[in-house]
């Protein structure tokens, strides 16, 4: 087994499905989805700041609790057989999760964490699909928390938007493909 093969599913196996396989690899989808959904969102709240309406705030605050909710979508079904590799893409969202809840102040460091999630998920998506700048992603993320904690608005909207339509395109290419292709081979996962 090569070392991509120990990441992630292997599409060509297809493995039975069980409900509970079936919920997991739905709900993952789902967290992609309402991830790019919420970066799109934040985009749009933050052109808003820009513009200064009053309607920013309700539309950041709403898009950020949707990045929360993603991140536990995601990360509670995520489908890696590396179980280290596995731990780093979920954890850094269960630990960004305990700081949204325990210093919900601090955006940056939350969004940084949760942002590491993703940017696992999109590097291991990458092997899977041809999706133009998903290799980007991670970088975007990074600099946006960065520009999060450096309060810029307008290089901030730039940044999740791009993300956000990449995110979207990965999401769409998810819900095409059949589910078990998202489990791979169950005996291949280190426990």
């Known amino acids: 087994m090569n070392h991509t093969e120990k990441l992630m599913a292997n599409p060509e196996h297809k493995e039975q499905l069980d409900g509970?396989?079936?919920i997991s690899v739905?709900?993952?989808?789902?967290g992609i989805?309402?991830?790019?959904l919420s970066l799109l969102s934040l985009f749009s709240a933050e052109l808003l700041c820009v513009l200064e309406l009053e309607t920013a705030p309700v539309l950041r605050e709403w898009s950020i609790?949707?990045?929360a909710v993603s991140a536990a979508l995601s990360a509670a079904n995520i489908h890696v057989y590396d179980k280290k590799v596995r731990a780093i893409i979920a954890w850094s969202s269960w630990i960004g999760l305990a700081l949204f809840i325990v210093l919900p102040s601090k955006e940056w460091l939350y969004i940084g964490f949760i942002f590491i999630t993703f940017s696992g998920i999109a590097?291991?998506?990458?092997y899977c699909f041809k999706v133009k700048g998903l290799n980007l992603v991670p970088l975007l993320l990074i600099l946006s928390v960065l520009v999060l904690w450096m309060k810029e608005p307008t290089i901030l909207a730039a940044l999740v938007g791009l993300s956000g339509l990449i995110y979207t395109v990965l999401a769409i290419e998810k819900w095409k493909m059949p589910l078990h292709f998202d489990i791979g081979?169950?005996?291949n996962y280190e426990i």
Do not use: G, M, P
């Not at 739905?26 to 789902?30: F, N, P």
């Open 20 to 22: 509970l396989d079936k």
């Open 65 to 67: 609790n949707f990045i």
């Open 185 to 187: 081979n169950k005996a």
């Open 26 to 30: 739905v709900s993952y989808r789902l």
């Open 33 to 36: 989805t309402l991830f790019a």
């Open 123 to 126: 590097l291991k998506e990458s």
